[in-house]
């Protein structure tokens, strides 16, 4: 059983700067597409961004395009989101988690995914 283990969560100003990293476990890490979501209070959890199995293809909310960057390094089993310029809006619990490997998914449906990580806190400060 895969595990997501996410850390670099805190708090940060406004145009400040965070990285998130999400460990997984296992030896299939390189075999699946992987995403960034986020849920604030009270609303639904949202998209951020995915990369595909090799890094090659990456996708973003239009939320986020231009301000933060996904990346992974198969090697470490580490997926990353690097956040820049970040707005209080950011503020949110934000979820790594592995896609389900189906054809014809939809990179930004949250069903997409089969494993979640437990959440690390993102603050932004005005």
């Known amino acids: 059983q895969v595990q997501l283990v996410e850390s670099g969560g805190g708090l940060a100003q406004a145009g400040g700067s965070l990285r998130l990293s999400c460990a997984a476990s296992g030896r299939t890490f390189s075999s699946y597409a992987m995403g960034w979501f986020r849920q604030a209070p009270e609303k639904e959890r949202e998209f951020v961004a995915t990369?595909?199995?090799?890094?090659?293809?990456?996708y973003y909310a239009d939320s986020v395009k231009g301000r933060f960057t996904i990346s992974r390094d198969n090697a470490k089993n580490t997926v990353y989101l690097q956040m820049n310029n970040l707005k209080p809006e950011d503020t949110a619990v934000y979820y790594c988690?592995?896609?389900?490997?189906?054809?014809?998914?939809?990179?930004?449906?949250?069903?997409?995914?089969?494993?979640w990580g437990q959440g690390t806190q993102v603050t932004v400060s005005s």
């Open positions: 988690a592995r896609a389900l490997g189906l054809s014809g998914w939809t990179f930004s449906a949250p069903a997409s995914y089969g494993t």
């Open positions: 990369i595909s199995r090799s890094g090659g293809d990456t």
